[in-house]
Structure formats: structure tokens, C-alpha cells
Nanobody
């Protein structure tokens, strides 16, 4: 069992920056592929970025060049640095962990709200 706790959300003006953190506990963090998803109001949840156990990253086209995902295995934490934020980035952001060899081991955080508005 993995527990995920997100932090760092909030309200920011367009063009601003935020850094989300997701602290994991309960299992060996380095065994998990970590991802950030978001769910805008009235829309489906979508993948924003992911990072493998080896550090390879993947991004949604809409955030490429603006967002950076990273992980610190020593701190059991994954980060999402969000720059040049746009109103369309407004959403609840969720942290996700999937075991690299057992994808049925799939865990979610409770979510953190990000609002981009002038």
C-alpha cells in the first residue's frame, strides 16, 4: 500500500509559476512509475507528466516546455514545476504511483487545486 500526499497548489496569475510536491510513504518509492494527472472542471482526468524509475520523462503536448517533472528517491517525493501557467491549466492535480512490475498496484493522492486566473 502506498500513501500519496500532494501539496503546493494554489491560485496564481497567468504567466506565474507553482511547484507541486507529492510525498509517498508505505512502500519502496523507487519501484514506482510516478505521474501527475489533472482534471479540469467538467472534463476527464488527463495525464500531465510521468517519470519512470530510471528517470525518463513524458509530457502531454499542452505542457511541453512549461512543466518539468522530477523525483527525489531519497525523499520519496515527486515534483511538478509549472511555469508560464495559463488559465487552461486550472484543474485539480493528482499524483499517481504505479508499480513498475505490477501495474495493478496503482495508487492516487487526494488532489490539489491549481487555479490560474487574473
Amino acid at each position: 500500500q502506498v500513501q500519496l500526499v500532494e501539496s503546493g497548489g494554489g491560485s496564481v496569475q497567468p504567466g506565474g509559476s507553482l511547484r507541486l510536491s507529492c510525498a509517498a510513504s508505505g512502500s519502496t518509492f523507487s519501484w514506482y512509475v510516478m505521474g501527475w494527472y489533472r482534471q479540469p472542471p467538467g472534463k476527464e482526468r488527463e495525464l500531465v507528466a510521468s517519470i519512470t524509475t530510471g528517470g525518463s520523462t513524458n509530457y502531454a503536448d499542452s505542457v511541453k516546455g512549461r512543466f518539468t517533472i522530477s523525483r527525489d528517491n531519497a525523499k520519496n517525493t515527486v515534483y511538478l514545476q509549472m511555469n508560464s501557467l495559463k488559465p487552461e491549466d486550472t484543474a485539480v492535480y493528482y499524483c499517481n504511483a504505479v508499480h513498475q512490475r505490477a501495474t495493478f498496484l496503482n495508487y492516487w493522492g487526494q488532489g490539489t487545486q491549481v487555479t490560474v486566473s487574473s
